[in-house]
Structure formats: C-alpha cells, structure tokens
C-alpha cells in the first residue's frame, strides 16, 4: 500500500512538472515569435512588468516587487525569491527569468495548479495585447460565415463577412458558375477581413499581370505582390460595395481593383486598418502579431486613413455614416453595370 501511495505521488508529480514545463514552452515560442515577426522593437521590460501584474492579478496570494533591477516574489508576506533582472534588451535573458519566474510562482501557487488553462491564457493575452492596438489573442471561431450568392438582373451578387480560407476558390467557383452573367457586386460591407493571402487570391481572380499591394515590413523591408495573368470576369464590370466596417484583407481587394481600374466602389468610407499580421495557432486559440503595414497599388496609407469609394451613398457629408437601406447600394450597383461602368 505505501508503494503505491509512493508511485501514486511519483506520477502526480511527474504530471504537475509536464503541465509548468509545456507553460514555459509555450511562453518561450511566444517570445521567440514575437522576436522573429514583430514590426517594432519589442521592449522586454515591458512584456515582464505586465506578466507581473498579472501573476499578482490571478493569485492575490502571489506578489512581485520590482526595484529595477531585482524582481521579488513573494507568497503573502514571505518572500520566495529574489531574480535579477536583465540590464540590456535581450530576449534570450528576460525569457530565462521569465521562465524561471513562472516556474516557482506555479511551485507556490494551489489556484494556478487547478486552473492551469486559464493561467496559460492569461500570460498569453497578456504578452499579445501589450504590444500595440492590433496584435491580440482570439479563441479560433468555428462559426466564419461563409459566401453566400444570388443573381439579381442578370448580376451575380456575392456577399462575405470574413476572408477565411479557401474563399478565392469559393468565389472564383461562384463566378465559372455563372459567367454568363453580364457583371460582378462584391459586397464587402461589415466584412472586418481575415486572411492577407486569401485578399491577395481573390484579386487576382479579376486582374491580369497587376500590382495589388505592396507591405512594408519587419527591417522596413517591401515586399510586392502581383496577379497572375488572366481574369475570370474577361474585363466584366465589378462593383464593389464597402462601408465603415470594411477592414484589412477586404481593404486590400477594394484597394487593388479601384486603383487598377477593374471596379468602381459603392457605399461610405472604409475603416483604415493596413496591419499586415502573421497568424499562429496556440492549442484552441490564434495569436496575431503585427508583421508590417501594406499600402495601395499607387503608395497610399491604408492605415488610420481607409478608402474613399469613387461613389458615396452616406448620409453625411464625412461619407462616414451609411444609408439605412443596404439594397440602394446593391441598386446602384446594379445600374452601372448595366451601364458598362466599373
């Protein structure tokens, strides 16, 4: 019976130090991805204090003192350790505290042990939303509405709130589909973006051998993107219907088509978020990282600015605020492709 008590203990703690050393991975390939990615130079210091505040934050028991230049943890009113703390910028050098910290502060912590799920998450949130307004931690949505479609007067209307992937082919399906029809609305209101590589495959469904963006990146480093040859619409008029809620990837498409002449844009001004974010998967969650800035074919600033459309339908002279009825846009839309314009 005593052995199996002593087994029992063994495994248990065996178990405990996988679950502290799969948390210390974990924030280490968190350090490690912001370091390769990020845009701007991360400032370590600052990631450590808002881990800090937030060990305190989940165990009111734990507390960390920093001076500057040493870290003190402490256990109520005990105090654990004592940590130096790196007097450079060195990721390397503030991941060992880090990892070291989390390590004693789980050692010394009843609640983080029985809700170790929730600390994860905590420390995760807490690295991605320090670093700038964009770069975030979601849970992965298994509800994307996916492209819906209908022909209205010979038109295909297509409608998306998100680029997810596989969406190019989806649309480009849609358009082989119904290619007799005489043009194309892509209706991109409310549709806040999504993936940067599924923005740059659905304009080059509609353009030939063009520039569609081009980003600025980590080390001010440019980086081009261009279509392939052809058009699956053979030169049919587009329209494309925005509003404040278009963002992002659906920015880079009503950038791309306006500027290359191959559509005309319907509704009120779009968001303004040029953010170009590189995406990686942490278990049931998705982590964003800003990569660098993208631009319209011609140079213009997406960020914080957004895209005027050609032909404004708000109700206010900002062309910010849309009109009530979402179905005049598609109507306006309608008639100029009737027309042959777009």
Same mark, same amino acid.
């Given at each position: 019976m005593i052995r199996f008590i002593g087994l029992y203990c063994l495994f248990f703690m065996i178990t405990i130090q996988s679950c502290f050393a799969l948390e210390v991975k974990r924030i280490g390939y968190l350090l490690d991805t912001i370091?390769?990615?990020?845009?701007?130079?991360v400032d370590y210091k600052k990631i450590s204090n808002n881990l800090f505040k937030e060990i305190n934050t989940f165990d009111k028991n734990l507390r960390i003192y920093n001076s500057g230049r040493k870290a003190f943890l402490y256990k109520e009113n005990s105090l654990i350790?004592?940590?130096n703390l790196p007097e450079n910028n060195s990721r390397e050098s503030w991941k060992n505290v880090l990892i070291s910290l989390i390590e004693i502060a789980s050692d010394n912590s009843i609640k983080i042990n029985n809700n170790y799920d929730n600390f994860e998450m905590h420390m995760v949130k807490t690295i991605s939303r320090g670093l700038d307004k964009y770069s975030r931690t979601e849970k992965t949505s298994q509800n994307i509405k996916k492209v819906t479609y209908e022909v209205k007067d010979d038109v295909i209307v297509i409608k998306t709130f998100a680029f997810y992937k596989g969406i190019s082919s989806d649309i480009r399906d849609i358009v082989l589909k119904n290619k007799h029809c005489s043009g194309l609305i892509l209706d991109l209101r409310n549709n806040r973006g999504g993936d940067f590589g599924e923005a740059i495959r659905t304009s080059d469904l509609f353009l030939d051998d063009a520039l569609i963006t081009y980003s600025i990146e980590k080390n001010d480093m440019k980086k081009y993107f261009k279509s392939s040859k052809g058009d699956i619409l053979e030169g049919k008029s587009i329209a494309i219907l925005v509003n404040r809620l278009t963002a992002s990837a659906s920015e880079v498409v009503v950038g791309a088509l306006s500027e290359q002449s191959r559509a005309i844009i319907i509704g009120t001004n779009t968001? #303004?978020?040029?953010?170009?974010?590189?995406?990686?998967?942490?278990?049931?969650?998705?982590?964003?990282?800003?990569? #660098?800035?993208?631009?319209?074919?011609?140079?213009k600033k997406i960020e914080d600015v957004g895209i005027a459309p050609q032909i404004c339908t708000g109700i206010d002279n900002k062309c910010n605020i849309a009109n009530k009825n979402p179905n005049n846009d598609i109507l306006i839309g309608i008639n100029l492709i009737k027309n042959k314009i777009g």
């Open positions: 370091e390769s990615d990020y845009r701007n130079e350790k004592a940590f968001y #303004g978020k040029g953010a170009l974010q590189t995406i990686h998967n942490i278990d049931d969650n998705i982590l964003y990282i800003t990569h #660098g800035f993208f631009y319209t074919p011609s140079g």
